[in-house]
Structures are given as structure tokens and as C-alpha cells.
Nanobody
Framework: QVQLVESGGGLVQSGGSLRLSCAAS????????MSWYRQAPGKERELVAD????????KYGDSVKGRFTISRDNAKNTVYLQMNSLKPEDTAVYYC?????????WGQGTQVTVSS
């Protein structure tokens, strides 16, 4: 059974930092492309950051470039999202996704709230 469990969300003041983690089980983690998405109330889910399976190539959404960093530890089956210089508009539920070929799995999400 595949499970993706996000953690690390919470309430932080504008300008602060948070580190999200997503622990995977039931998958060969190193073979999956891992991504972080977010969804704010009334808005569509958007890609925040993405990291390839083996080469670790990353890409970021325009709104988070230079502030967020995605990384992965294949030995720990975990992907991270370091979020710095947080802004109120970063408030959303953050989800991780594992994808390979036509397979796709999502976590349950973790709430991030940034106060002004």
C-alpha cells in the first residue's frame, strides 16, 4: 500500500521559514519523480517544486523561485521543501506527489499559514 505522509506545516509569521517533509512508503522511492503542490482556498492546485528521480534536477513555480528549495533523500524515502521568506500569499495546503510513468500518488496535505 502506497502512503505519502506530509509533515512540518503550521503557522508562521511573514518572513519566517518552514521545512516540510513527505515520507513515502510502499513505493520504490528512488524511481519516482517527487513534487510539491499547493492549493489555497478558492484557487486551483499549483505546482510549487519538482525533483527528478535519480539526477535530482529541480524546477520551481515562478512565485517561489529563490525562496523555496526542494530536496530528496532516497535513503530515507523522503522529500523536503525548505520554505524561506514566507509571504501571506504562500498560505495554502501543501501536498506531495509521487509520479512514475502512468502511476501517480498523493499525500493528504499539510496546512501552511503565513500571518502578516
Amino acid at each position: 500500500q502506497v502512503q505519502l505522509v506530509e509533515s512540518g506545516g503550521g503557522l508562521v509569521q511573514s518572513g519566517g521559514s518552514l521545512r516540510l517533509s513527505c515520507a513515502a512508503s510502499g513505493v520504490t522511492f528512488s524511481s519516482y519523480r517527487m513534487s510539491w503542490y499547493r492549493q489555497a482556498p478558492g484557487k486551483e492546485r499549483e505546482l510549487v517544486a519538482d525533483i527528478t528521480s535519480l539526477s535530482g534536477i529541480t524546477k520551481y513555480g515562478d512565485s517561489v523561485k529563490g525562496r523555496f528549495t526542494i530536496s530528496r533523500d532516497n535513503a530515507k524515502n523522503t522529500v523536503y521543501l525548505q520554505m524561506n521568506s514566507l509571504k501571506p500569499e504562500d498560505t495554502a495546503v501543501y501536498y506531495c506527489k509521487a509520479a512514475r510513468s502512468w502511476y501517480e500518488f498523493w499525500g493528504q496535505g499539510t496546512q501552511v499559514t503565513v500571518s502578516s
